[in-house]
T-cell receptor
Framework: DAEITQSPRHKITETGRQVTLACHQTWNHNNMFWYRQDLGHGLRLIHYSYGVQDTNKGEVSDGYSVSRSNTEDLPLTLESAASSQTSVYFC????????????FGPGTRLTVL | AQTVTQSQPEMSVQEAETVTLSCTYDTSENNYYLFWYKQPPSRQMILVIRQEAYKQQNATENRFSVNFQKAAKSFSLKISDSQLGDTAMYFCAFMPVTNAGKSTFGDGTTLTVKP
């Protein structure tokens, strides 16, 4: 079955370190998204991509970057981790129109000490 | 900018009863989608139901239905015959058809189904 996976599921890092969170989907979807979810709140969009070599900034993109070299993967990089980036990160993908139903990965809990 | 408001941070319902979760939104877009997602303690985001704004008919998925009032910018979720497995946080989400980058989620409603 097609799926979307994220790794690692849990990560603890220190302030100032570079961190990369992986997202891999086997749906063959063109559209991929990264969100963060802070405790007690909904999801906020960090970056998104409509296809290979395409990336766009979302609402809360400062301090994050993505690259899309193939259809299946959209890694999220925190260039210099900050305590304010402690959160749960969700990757999602959608086919067809970018605004069609998004399918979410299981999330990565990141703690920055 | 779009906003999505879920005015009920927490709700509870007895098993087998019906409960309605509220969601209002604000946008200048005319074409958009609205979603309800369920997030159980496992943290997985699960699509419950989706509504296209151009459709007047309210979406229904088994025990889940919506009351979509476009003019009032209201999109409530009704859960009938509540089950213990419905216990979760529920998020309302808005997405313009032409710009997924403007997707907006509400802060969620925590629903507890009591036996």
């Amino acid at each position: 079955d097609a799926e979307i996976t994220q790794s690692p599921r849990h990560k603890i890092t220190e302030t100032g370190r570079q961190v990369t969170l992986a997202c891999h989907q086997t749906w063959n979807h063109n559209n991929m998204f990264w969100y963060r979810q802070d405790l007690g709140h909904g999801l906020r969009l960090i970056h998104y991509s409509y296809g290979v070599q395409d990336t766009n900034k979302g609402e809360v993109s400062d301090g994050y970057s993505v690259s899309r070299s193939n259809t299946e993967d959209l890694p999220l990089t925190l260039e210099s981790a900050a305590s304010s980036q402690t959160s749960v990160y969700f990757c999602a993908s959608s086919g067809g129109l970018a605004s069609s139903t998004q399918y979410f990965g299981p999330g990565t809990r990141l703690t920055v000490l | 900018a779009q906003t999505v408001t879920q005015s009920q941070p927490e709700m509870s319902v007895q098993e087998a009863e019906t409960v309605t979760l509220s969601c209002t939104y604000d946008t200048s877009e005319n074409n958009y989608y609205l979603f309800w997602y369920k997030q159980p303690p496992s943290r997985q985001m699960i699509l419950v139901i989706r509504q296209e704004a151009y459709k007047q008919q309210n979406a229904t998925e088994n025990r889940f239905s919506v009351n979509f009032q476009k003019a009032a910018k209201s999109f409530s979720l009704k859960i009938s015959d509540s089950q213990l497995g419905d216990t979760a946080m529920y998020f309302c989400a808005f997405m313009p058809v032409t710009n997924a980058g403007k997707s907006t989620f509400g802060d969620g409603t925590t629903l507890t189904v009591k036996p």
